[in-house]
């Protein structure tokens, strides 16, 4: 049977690559369609195949139904599979029209069924992280070359994350209530062999170029194995594949985890991403994030910074609170207590089927703004918020790391917030915001690798 593999956005689409691994395993011809294309729909049907499979966020959920509308109507006997973290959070998606089968849970022992003709919602039963199949990287870089020269490839170790943010889909209680703790413990708590992860890895270096590794783990310091396990990583990635990490972690693994291990990862990361979120408990507490506060922030982004890290503290804005501006100010300022002078992120808040904080919202009818894509990358708040607080947040967002970066005082941010930005600018500053990050991290080889990301990035701004 023929799959087509439809991919979205800039990033490698890795749980793509997984499901396409598999479908090699089952003598399955597969293709990856590279759906930044316009052209992506008629691409497929040209090529006529018996199955499509996506694997889109939220964000590109409604864009992949409408590609796999088009290639249906060209084609009634396709399949459409959808799998991945928006069919995981909200399976309901196989009552609309361009969805036959959705996937929750991973794609080990979902093949045999969809072969077998079985259509609706597939559950899947979840193994052992060692029981995954390899990346089909091969067959992606040829299919869509300009993945196999992209600066950065996405890997990770393990599967799930120790905690449960309100807006996450990923979160902990919601595949254990999908799952159960037994399997939740045994697949997402444990760790990939590090012999695979090193296969996988040269096989990344031999067949494309690469200059940095996405480390998708989100917490690769937490475990009880995390003392022994990451040395050992270290010492092997070091010594066989020497490609920097940009890493993901909370203040509280950060002042958890020993010297030693901090120390033996330093020579292999460029950058470790510290997730500070928010400032205000209260607003804290709304992320379900009340084991944090800013005092753990600041030490642990103080031990980062002695051993040698460059830390990217990360933040989400557009809270549903009454002064969404003021949360968002507070957040900044404690951002530039905690590291002024470093690279940040700051995102609007999306609203994620299926997660904590949508039910609040739909609880306490909070609206969604009709404006917003579910891209964070615009600064759309996905709440709908007064249209002044709208373009404020916007702005707070674009902004926020130049204001960290360069410790800008509130009264300069203050005016700033309420600056009209046309598109171009708008466009630049994105552009300067995402360059400034790269630099961080790539230092001296930031700029050439820049300049090669404007070239096959489709901004969003
Ligand atoms: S730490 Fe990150 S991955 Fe884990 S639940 Fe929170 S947002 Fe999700």
């Not at 890997?155 to 449960?164: A, I, Y």
Request: glycine share 6%; aromatic share 10%; with cysteine.
């Amino acid at each position: 049977m023929k799959f087509a593999l439809v991919c979205c956005g800039n990033e490698e689409s890795y749980g793509l690559l997984f499901v396409g691994g598999e479908l090699l395993l089952y003598d399955q011809e597969i293709k990856f369609f590279d759906a930044e294309l316009a052209t992506v729909a008629e691409d497929v049907i040209a090529w006529s195949p018996d199955f499509t499979c996506f694997s889109p966020m939220t964000t590109f959920f409604s864009y992949t139904r409408d590609i796999s509308i088009k290639v249906k109507e060209a084609l009634p006997d396709v399949v459409a599979v959808f799998g991945g973290h928006h069919a995981f959070s909200d399976p309901d998606i196989v009552d609309l029209d361009g969805v036959d089968v959705a996937v929750v849970g991973p794609v080990r022992g979902s093949i045999d069924k969809i072969l077998e003709g079985e259509r609706g919602i597939i559950k899947t039963c979840l193994t052992v992280p060692s029981d995954m199949p390899m990346p089909s990287r091969e067959q992606y870089y040829k299919d869509i070359p300009r993945m196999a020269t992209r600066y950065r490839k996405v890997m990770l170790s393990t599967l799930g994350c120790p905690w449960n943010c309100s807006y996450c889909s990923s979160s902990s209680s919601h595949i254990i209530k999908l799952h159960g703790i037994e399997s939740y413990r045994r697949y997402y708590r444990n760790r990939r062999p590090i012999d695979t992860i090193i296969e996988e890895a040269k096989e990344i270096l031999r067949l494309g170029e690469t200059y940095e590794i996405e480390w998708s783990d989100d917490e690769i310091f937490s475990g009880n194995e995390a003392e022994t396990w990451v040395p050992e990583f270290a010492r092997r990635w070091e010594k066989e594949i020497n490609i920097p990490l940009y890493l993901q972690t909370t203040s509280v693994f950060a002042l958890r985890v020993s010297d030693e291990v901090l120390d033996s990862m330093k020579n292999i990361v460029n950058c470790i991403g510290m997730g500070v979120q928010a400032i205000r408990p209260e607003s804290l507490r709304i992320y379900n994030r009340q084991w944090d506060n800013e005092e753990k922030m600041k030490k642990a982004y103080d031990r980062y910074i002695k051993h040698g890290y460059s830390v990217n503290m990360q933040a989400i804005i557009g809270l549903p609170v009454e002064d969404p501006v003021e949360d968002a100010i507070d957040t900044i300022k404690g951002l530039q207590r905690i590291g002024a002078g470093s690279i940040c992120s700051i995102y609007p808040l999306q609203i994620y089927p299926g997660t904590a904080i949508s039910k609040y919202c739909k609880e306490n009818n909070i609206e969604m703004n009709e404006l917003s894509t579910g891209d964070t990358n615009t600064g759309i708040p996905n709440i709908k918020f007064d249209p002044k607080d709208v373009k404020r947040l916007r702005n707070l967002s674009k902004l926020g790391t130049m204001f960290v970066k360069h410790n800008v005082s509130e009264e300069w941010i203050r005016i700033l917030m309420d600056v009209e930005f046309d598109e171009e600018t708008s466009k630049k500053i994105s552009l300067t915001r995402y360059k400034e990050c790269v630099m961080d991290r790539l230092k001296e080889k930031g700029e050439e690798v820049f300049e090669k990301i404007l070239k096959t990035t489709k901004l969003r701004y």
